[in-house]
Nanobody, 123 residues
């Protein structure tokens, strides 16, 4: 089971850190992806981190503002979100892909999905 935590209400320019906690299985061999879905919009990939933590990738809309990390000892991945904007408002999800090692920003590549957490950014 995966679950995302840490959402809430922020003002433009503020920061939030999301956590993705895995229980019942180990994520150390898998990449972790972060996705978001705003009302009326399709789910979009935000960031992912490889199983080793050595490779990350970000959507253009969040590059330079968001950072993805992981701590496998805690079975947890993090998404540090800085300089938040109203357009970052969405439900954020974490997910584990079908295969080992690397991820992508495409939701079809992911098998296990966590429960999301709402992030709301006010102007």
């Amino acid at each position: 089971q995966l679950q995302a935590f840490g959402g809430g209400l922020a003002q433009t320019g503020e920061s939030l850190r999301l956590s993705c906690v895995a229980s019942g299985f180990t994520t150390e061999y898998y990449a972790i992806g972060w996705f978001r879905q705003a009302p009326g919009k399709e789910r979009e990939g935000v960031a992912w981190i490889s199983s080793s933590g050595g490779t990350t990738d970000y959507a253009d809309s969040v590059k330079g503002r968001f950072t993805v990390t992981r701590d496998d000892a805690k079975s947890t991945a993090y998404l540090q979100m800085n300089s938040l904007k109203p357009e970052d408002t969405a439900v954020y999800f974490c997910a584990v892909p079908w295969g080992y090692g690397f991820g992508s920003l495409k939701s079809k590549d992911y098998e296990y999905w966590g429960r999301g957490t709402q992030v709301t950014v006010s102007s």
